[in-house]
């Protein structure tokens, strides 16, 4: 018998809405006061202002989005920088095993290692061949298509590699600490399974 996964994940339902969703305000951007940083467990510290991060090079990926208040939709072309790309302009430590996203306003979000260097984990700066809009997290956000919306951080400023994993804003108010949407990983009470 095959097992494959379904396009939609249990418990998900389809919308070809984009809603909005986060918690607190939509920050301002300037570019004057923006920067990138990549720290942590690397060989190379490393911090880029906008127009270095811009001139990275770009990669598109499609994706289907999945929100763990249970809306999903299909197919969103993304555009921007591979998380592979950052990883190796700082080059992790043996003993980085985890990462956590560092966004406006104190907002974050962990990932294992192995999570983030995925081929389709990116930094986008363009949706639907467009900048991002303010409310959908420009000028950066994550993607992360395989693993619920939350993780898919918007206003992003910038990774820390870490040797443990350090949980991140929603995943230290009751969500689950990986977020796999097949598996149905939505609450940080079903981690001891
Ligand atoms: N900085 C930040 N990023 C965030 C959030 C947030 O509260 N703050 N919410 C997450 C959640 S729960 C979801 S479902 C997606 C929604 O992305 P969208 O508003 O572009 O649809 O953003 C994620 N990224
Ligand atoms: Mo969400």
């Known amino acids: 018998m095959k097992d494959e996964k379904p396009r939609l994940p249990p418990g998900q339902i389809l919308t070809e809405k984009f809603p909005v969703l986060h918690y607190g305000e939509v920050p301002e951007f300037d570019s004057t006061n923006w920067d990138f940083r990549i720290f942590g467990l690397v060989e190379q510290e490393v911090a880029l202002d906008f127009d270095e991060f811009s001139q ?6 499609e994706a289907d989005f999945h ?14 920088v591979l998380a592979r790309t950052l990883a190796a302009l700082a080059r992790p430590l043996p003993g980085a095993r985890h990462v956590l996203i560092h966004c406006e306003q104190g907002y974050t979000t962990n990932l294992s290692l192995e999570d983030f260097l995925r ?6 700066l363009k949706w639907g061949g467009k900048k991002l809009t303010p409310e959908h997290g420009y000028p950066l956000r994550l993607v992360v298509p395989h693993l ?10 910038g990774v820390e590699f870490m ?13 689950h600490n990986n977020g796999d949407p ?6 940080s009470s079903q981690e001891q399974d």
Do not use: H, M
Not at 56 to 61: A, F, G, V, Y
Not at 119 to 124: I, K, M, P, T
Not at 182 to 187: S, T
């Open 119 to 124: 081929d389709n984990v990116l930094f986008a």
């Open 163 to 175: 040797e443990d994993n350090r949980r991140g804003f929603w995943e230290s108010r009751g969500y």
């Open 56 to 61: 990275l090079p770009s990669q598109r990926i």
């Open 182 to 187: 097949w598996r149905e990983e939505r609450f």
């Open 148 to 157: 619920y919306a939350w993780k898919s951080a918007k206003w992003a400023r």
């Open 67 to 80: 929100c763990v208040t249970t809306w999903s939709r299909y197919d969103n072309l993304w555009e921007g």
